[in-house]
């Protein structure tokens, strides 16, 4: 059974700073697609950060220059750098592994900028 675990969540102030974590279990391929979302109240779910099939990493636009996709020593665990945070970013983060035929998601992990 496969199972992606999102970790790292919490409540920080404006200008803070938090580290997501997700780490797969069960995936059966070397060739995953990994990619981090969100979803705020009342949203859709938006794109934040995805590794691409050429080795680069595409961010969402409110992200870029913020936040910083990585992977762990592992070869299923990634993380976030999420700095600067502001209000907007409250939403709860999700991680997603996919290929051609599977797609993968996390439960998610609550992320809340406040002051």
């Known amino acids: 059974q496969v199972q992606l675990v999102e970790s790292g969540g919490g409540s920080v102030r404006p200008g803070g700073s938090l580290k997501l974590s997700c780490e797969g279990f069960?995936?059966?391929?070397?060739?995953?697609?990994w990619g981090w979302y969100r979803q705020a109240p009342g949203k859709e779910r938006e794109l934040v950060a995805t590794?691409?099939?050429?080795?680069?990493?595409n961010y969402g636009g409110s992200v870029e220059g913020r936040f910083t996709m990585s992977r762990g020593d592992g070869k299923n665990l990634v993380y976030l750098q999420l700095n600067s945070l502001n209000p907007e970013d409250t939403a709860v983060y999700y991680c997603?592994?996919?290929?051609?035929?599977?797609?993968?998601w996390g439960q998610g992990t609550q992320v809340t900028v406040s002051a």
């Open positions: 997603r592994a996919r290929t051609g035929m599977e797609d993968y």
């Open positions: 069960g995936l059966t391929h070397n060739n995953y697609i």
């Open positions: 590794f691409s099939t050429t080795g680069t990493t």
